[in-house]
């Protein structure tokens, strides 16, 4: 690795540590005489939407171009540029251009609060940075070589509000657990389905993004305390932190499913039929399960954002291995309630609260 700086000096360079779920990496300069300059690294929790950037890189191979901008947005996770919401990335309009990537991003002070990464294509003037603070935080591990991160060894979604009322959750906003792991921290804690996590070491958790990005920023071998909604119990549990596995681990699956059957509920606006069994593994998705073929607009299956192609695995606490099935538990659903419905799409798992007429 070459570095060359504005005033062309050149240098050689190693790398010290990378993180690929942020996309960053620490690089060390090699036989250096005398001093550099420096910036500063600035407090990017402190910045506002609105405010004033600055952005300086190599777009395209026009050194030191600078573009100006505002912040467009913080907290951005979900645009698909790297797997994980750990970066927490910053959105400017600053342009942001090909040769930008790893340059600096400054508030009018001329500190840097983020470090340019990714633009989406099809836009123009989105582009993300890093936020500095994470950088920060990631320094002592990227100086040791690696970045290791905590894990609890759960799935997870967020709450909703017509699903907590389904699940008698005093609460709102959570990370509720759709799955846990055996031989995990979280099992070994006592976590269960169904739990609802709000906090952790008194830190609001408002849904599953927050659970993953505080448990991922603490040190494998650290403990923690979640406050956690069992039903309406509010319960507390001290977990002790594992670290975050490279892969998922192989999920069980079912052993297939009686002859496709589809059932239809005309009060709901609902269609089911069994899960194709091969066609459901080959895919990722249960081999056995109540599949969505129709929603009717307007219906009360649209209202609780149903759609074809989720694939129902349990309702009202007994779990669904055919369109049968469903039918059978819809039938003896109270009135007027809410029915929870436990959904896979692949290998995403939701909650979603079907309105019983």
């Known amino acids: 690795i070459k570095v060359k700086l504005d005033d062309g000096r050149s240098y050689d360079a190693r790398v010290l540590g990378r993180d690929p779920l942020t996309d960053l990496a620490l690089l060390q300069l090699e036989k250096v005489s005398g001093r550099l300059p420096v910036v500063k690294l600035g407090d990017s929790n402190a910045m506002k939407v609105g405010d004033y950037v600055v952005a300086i890189g190599n777009p395209f191979g026009l050194a030191s171009s600078v573009s100006a901008g505002i912040i467009s947005g913080k907290e951005r996770d979900d645009f698909g540029i790297v797997p994980g919401p750990y970066a927490d990335f910053i959105q400017t309009d600053a342009a942001i251009n090909p040769g930008n990537s790893g340059g600096p991003l400054f508030n009018l002070r001329g500190d840097v609060i983020g470090i340019n990464t990714a633009i989406i294509g099809g836009g123009s003037g989105i582009g993300f940075a890093v936020p500095s603070n994470v950088a920060r935080n990631l320094l002592p591990q990227l100086e040791q070589g690696e970045v290791k991160r905590g894990w609890l060894g759960v799935q997870i979604t967020d709450l909703k509000p017509d699903v907590a009322q389904a699940m008698n959750v005093p609460v709102k906003s959570g990370a ?135 694939v129902i695995v349990e309702a009202g606490g007994e779990p669904v291995r055919s369109a049968r099935d469903f039918q059978r538990i819809l039938a003896k659903a109270p009135s007027g309630k809410s029915l929870l419905l436990r959904l896979q799409v692949g290998e995403a798992r939701l909650l979603r609260a079907l309105p019983v007429p």
């Open 176 to 310: 509720v657990v759709m799955d846990v792991t055996r031989g995990t921290p979280a099992e070994r804690a006592g976590l269960r389905s169904d739990d609802v996590v709000v906090s952790i070491d008194g830190k609001p958790v408002n849904g599953s993004k927050d659970l993953t990005r505080i448990i991922g920023s603490r040190a494998p071998g650290s403990s923690s305390n979640l406050t956690v909604y069992r039903g309406s119990q509010k319960r507390e549990f001290k977990v002790t932190l594992g670290e975050r596995p490279d892969l998922e681990g192989v999920r069980e699956r079912g052993r297939g499913s009686q002859a496709p059957v589809e059932e239809k509920s005309e009060k709901l606006g609902l269609s089911v039929t069994d899960v194709d069994a091969r066609a459901g593994a080959g895919r990722g998705g249960p081999s056995q399960g109540a599949v969505i073929t129709e929603v009717v607009p307007g219906s009360r299956a649209e209202e609780a954002n149903l759609e074809p192609g989720m």
